[in-house]
């Protein structure tokens, strides 16, 4: 009990820093932290693109800096789509920036949602999920489980903060819990997460704790993952998942991710090690997010 009461304790330590970098992170960033997908391609209705950083954003119109230095003001009548995009390194051409890029296969990135914005998601067919934006810094999501025939379903919630967004390091906490419904009983995971690199390349990495009806795990999950754009439409994706001290104690996965402006689409295989020699080895991943801006 010792242990546990410690880990409430640095878990209540966690959510005090939390509340500290929510009213502190807006201001302390503002003037020098620029996403690393600040750049957007703007399509109006007769087809015209227009590619460059927003420098001023109202209900009428834009005003978008392009690559050249030349501000546009775009009326918002006329506007058919505005997509995050991101430069090859070492290339003068632009490249789509992935829609689902808060999330590998399930686990977070660090990277925040964006105020306003928003996505609907389907994992494995039968776990929709839904999350929105609030203040570039919150990302507030959860659903509810769809299997037939079940008498109790799966209702879950999934709360974020991104505490640091600068240039292409993103640092943050949030948490997953979980419950039957008809049933007062509770579980799930805090967690911290760190992505490091650009839209077109990055790398993951966090530590999480399981509780459970007020209790937590000593055990930390240890996540790593990892992804790689292709091309303009298709990213290699990798969620890897490490327990100490438990024998078997590894997940890991590898797939693909299809893109369009809002919508992605997911194919990986989850395996273990203790799974080789027992028949078909993994178990197959299958995901679908729809983003809107």
Not at 105 to 126: D, K, M, Q
Not at 170 to 197: H, N
Request: aromatic share 10%; charged share 15%.
């Amino acid at each position: 009990m010792g242990n546990i009461h410690h880990i409430q304790f640095r878990v209540a330590l966690v959510a005090a820093a939390v509340l500290f970098a929510v009213a502190g992170v807006n201001d302390a960033f503002a003037q020098d932290a620029q996403p690393a997908d600040s750049t957007v391609r703007v399509v109006l209705g007769d087809g015209t693109t227009h590619i460059g950083v927003i420098v001023s954003d109202t209900d009428s119109e834009i005003v978008l800096r392009t690559n050249a230095g030349v501000r546009i003001t775009i009326p918002r009548a006329q506007i058919r789509s505005i997509v995050a995009v991101a430069q090859e390194p070492g290339r003068g051409r632009f490249r789509r920036i992935d829609p689902n890029r808060t999330r590998l296969f399930f686990a977070s990135t660090a990277r925040p949602l964006g105020h306003g914005n928003g996505y609907v998601s389907l994992y494995e067919i039968l776990f929709p999920f839904a999350a929105v934006g609030v203040g570039n810094v919150a990302t507030l999501a959860g659903g509810f489980s769809l299997v037939p025939g079940a008498s109790e379903q799966l209702l879950y919630a999934a709360p974020k903060m991104t505490v640091l967004n600068h240039r292409n390091t993103s640092v943050a906490l949030g948490g997953f819990a979980a419950t039957l419904t008809g049933s007062s009983g509770y579980g799930g995971i805090v967690y911290g997460v760190v992505t490091q690199g650009s839209p077109v390349a990055a790398v993951t990495g966090g530590v999480g704790f399981l509780f459970g009806e007020g209790e937590f795990v000593d055990t930390p999950i240890i996540l790593v993952g990892g992804e790689y754009q292709l091309s303009n439409s298709m990213k290699l994706l990798s969620e890897n998942y490490f327990i100490p001290e438990i024998d078997g104690g590894v997940l890991l996965s590898g797939g693909l991710r299809f893109m369009g402006d809002n919508l992605s689409a997911d194919f990986g295989l989850f395996t273990s090690p203790e799974a080789f020699g027992e028949g078909f080895p993994f178990i197959p991943w299958i995901g679908f997010s729809y983003q809107w801006n």
